[in-house]
């Protein structure tokens, strides 16, 4: 009977019995896939015996790789002081669970490629020590797929500060705070804030900006890239204004007002002025012109007044003389230049008295542009 008792008492403290053991229970997630350098709480829940140990003796719980021998392995992560860790694993496997509670929960952090595996609980507590191998944790790690957020103004203006902000809310805030940094022609290589303040300039319009988060926990990256849009007046602004002269002419003017920096009510404003000028100019310039040709006497049809200019002779055959008229000049000398032609009538013969006939001829001008 002795013997008996004894038997059963060593079964129930060997390591590694069956799950189906009475007295002994665990329930934890069988599977969990978490991406690279984030983090991942495992719940774990766990019974055993009330029995071959007291309420003074510490409970102490243990997470092992599979294949690990407990004597002299060492663990992934315990709540134990006097047992050390793998170093691998340090700081990032934490046994969070109060285990006089019986919670084992597993927290993982940083995770890295090299955490997926099996992992198995192990309870000691007294004089009973049991490893729950029948039901194994499987992690699986995945790529880092999750991408920073950058956070900026709708409307970047140029010459004004600008704030930017890049986040990473998929990161654990219980592992190891991310990284920032930017790249991009607008920013300096020293840039590692989470939060850019630019003053961007007219060509900075259309270039990328890239902030890259990196997790050191895992030694992992990831990034994004925005477009930046920059709105801004006009640099070099040139408005050229052709003006006539008059109708049916071939002379006109080009003039450049020139070229103008800066943006907004000066601009228009200096615009404005310019053509208001150039309008009064011209009208002044059409009156100076309409005066001028009123007064020219090549736009006017007169009378002039003609006698012979020599006395013909009795004897011999007489040529008349027509006299030649010249346009009066132009009063001025931004006055267009006009061409005429003249006609005279024929002159009339003598009278039978030898006197020239008092009827006075005419001569008709006829101005040609």
Avoid at 296 to 308: A, C, E, R
Wanted: some cysteine; proline content about 7%.
């Amino acid at each position: 009977m002795l013997l008996l008792s004894l038997l059963l008492w060593g079964m129930k403290g060997t390591e590694g019995g069956k799950d189906t053991l009475e007295g002994f229970s665990l329930e934890v997630t069988r599977e969990v896939t978490v991406q690279e350098g984030l983090c991942v709480l495992v719940p774990c829940e766990f019974s055993y015996p009330k029995e071959h140990w007291t309420g003074s003796d510490p409970v102490h719980g243990y997470w092992f790789r599979e294949g690990a021998k407990t004597d002299r392995d060492r663990p992934v992560a315990t709540n134990n002081p006097q047992k050390p860790v793998q170093g691998e694993t340090q700081g990032r496997f934490l046994l969070l669970g109060d285990l006089k509670k019986n919670n084992c929960s597993l927290d993982i952090r940083d995770v890295r490629k090299t955490d997926a595996g099996l992992y198995f609980f192990r309870l000691e507590r007294g004089q009973t020590k049991y490893s729950y191998a029948r039901n194994k944790l499987t992690v699986h790690v995945a790529a880092l797929t999750n991408t920073p957020h950058i956070l900026m103004p709708e409307t970047l203006k140029a010459g004004l500060p600008s704030n930017l902000t890049c986040s990473a809310p998929w990161a654990c805030a219980r592992g190891t705070p991310p990284t920032f940094s930017w790249t991009g022609t607008s920013v300096s290589p020293f840039d590692s804030s989470s939060v850019l303040t630019l003053i961007l300039q007219p060509q900075d319009h259309g270039t990328n900006l890239t902030c890259q988060v990196t997790l050191p926990g895992a030694n992992v990256s990831t990034e994004r890239t925005v477009h930046l849009n920059v709105s801004y007046a006009p640099r070099n602004l040139t408005v050229t204004i052709y003006q006539r002269t008059g109708p049916g002419t071939a002379v006109s003017s080009r003039m450049v007002l020139g070229v103008f920096m800066g943006a907004g009510a000066t601009t228009f404003l200096f615009l404005s002025f310019c053509l208001v000028l150039l309008a009064a100019r011209s009208c002044r310039r059409k009156s100076a012109s309409r005066a001028a040709g009123a007064q020219d006497p090549n736009t006017l049809k007169g009378s002039v007044s003609q006698s012979p200019l020599v006395e013909p002779q009795t004897d011999d055959n007489s040529v008349s003389q027509r006299p030649t008229a010249k346009a009066a000049p132009s009063s001025t000398e931004d006055e267009e230049v006009h061409y005429a032609s003249l006609s005279f009538h024929e002159m009339k013969p003598r009278n039978p008295k030898g006197q020239l006939d008092s009827t006075t001829d005419y001569s008709e001008i006829k101005p040609h542009k």
